[in-house]
């Protein structure tokens, strides 16, 4: 399916979710195997050489490419209508009344500003329903840890097995579905049955929630413990419905087209405006605007779902193996070795 309209898609407006997700997968991994600036290093920033390694790899990043591409595009118009005004019976037909930029410039600054702080507020809350995730599993795997009879291997491990699995499931639920074979300890009857469901979190979820009642009914939980422990279960799909807000709630799409095509006409314009006072100038002004405006805009694009594969979302993936690492830890188990990115690399 197609996140959205690929209006503009040769301004580079367009984005991964365009494509269907296997190849949203190949393609964020193709422009990401060039390392980008995902993990770096924030008091290194004001370094002078730091930042310029910054900007190296930032010139290599896959959003930079398409910003690139749509700067170059009003940059060459620009150049076009230069190369115009110097014609004969032209120049003096081709300016516009300054006046009227400046003010479009200010609405559209305004709009940009609001664009921006809404897809990182959105950004963000992801952020911090999977924060919570994070408490509310440990906070479980920790009761059950302490409630459950040291005896009964069988419901330690199937807690342990379930927990993993659910925050597994909830990442690739907030993509494109379940991935079947990334969950643990499957027997065939039940990789069918999850591979059959439209919402693999419920099933867990469910069998999480029966298997704490089976163990409160004969009283391996005390319904003290039990109460407890049901804080955290609900907590795991009411954090779900979070996410899916944010998920299934895109910007409006006629507010986000509108923005894209006042940027279109604005930088398509700018430089009748410009041209009879400034000259040849007026191109590097119009480079400069249009980078400005268009990064903005991109920048908003790709953060305003935080759940996907774009080079910038959350690394969803790698909080829910840190996940299963620190349950597997609390139950005694042996956990996966974890290795540490490198500097710019994606954290999928």
Request: aromatic share 12%; glycine share 6%.
């Amino acid at each position: 399916m197609l996140k959205n309209l690929n209006l503009f898609m040769f301004f580079g407006f367009n984005n991964a979710y365009s494509l269907p997700f296997s190849a949203a997968r190949i393609k964020i991994k193709l422009f990401c195997n060039i390392k980008l600036i995902i993990k770096f290093q924030t008091e290194k920033y004001c370094n002078n050489l730091y930042h310029i390694g910054n900007q190296i790899h930032l010139s290599r990043s896959y959003t930079m490419v398409k910003l690139i591409r749509g700067v170059l595009i009003f940059d060459g118009f620009a150049t076009l209508v230069y190369l115009l005004s110097l014609l004969p019976g032209l120049g003096h037909m081709m300016g516009f009344d300054r006046s009227i930029f400046n003010f479009l410039g200010i609405v559209l600054s305004i709009l940009l500003v609001f664009r921006a702080n809404t897809a990182y507020d959105r950004w963000w809350e992801g952020r911090k329903q999977w924060s919570n995730r994070v408490n509310h599993c440990r906070n479980l795997a920790i009761q059950l840890h302490v409630c459950i009879p040291y005896h009964d291997k069988e419901s330690r491990d199937f807690f342990n097995k379930q927990i993993a699995n659910f925050c597994t499931v909830f990442k690739e639920h907030l993509r494109s579905g379940t991935i079947i074979s990334e969950l643990l300890n499957l027997s065939a009857n039940k990789a069918a049955h999850y591979n059959n469901l439209k919402h693999g979190p419920n099933a867990i979820s469910l069998e999480i929630q029966q298997r704490v009642q089976r163990l409160h009914r004969t009283d391996q939980i005390s319904g003290f413990d039990h109460i407890n422990i049901k804080i955290h279960t609900q907590a795991l799909l009411d954090i779900l419905g979070a996410c899916e807000r944010i998920k299934k709630t895109p910007i409006p799409f006629s507010y986000a087209v509108f923005i894209k095509i006042l940027i279109v006409a604005y930088c398509t314009l700018l430089p009748f405006s410009l041209m009879t006072d400034l000259g040849m100038t007026a191109i590097l002004i119009t480079m400069f605007v249009s980078f400005a405006f268009l990064g903005v805009e991109m920048i908003a694009g790709e953060i305003e779902d935080p759940f996907g594969l774009d080079c910038n979302d959350l690394p969803t993936g790698t909080i829910a193996s840190n996940i299963h690492n620190d349950i597997c830890e609390i139950f005694g188990l042996q956990i996966t070795t974890e290795v540490e990115p490198e500097l710019y690399q994606k954290i999928f």
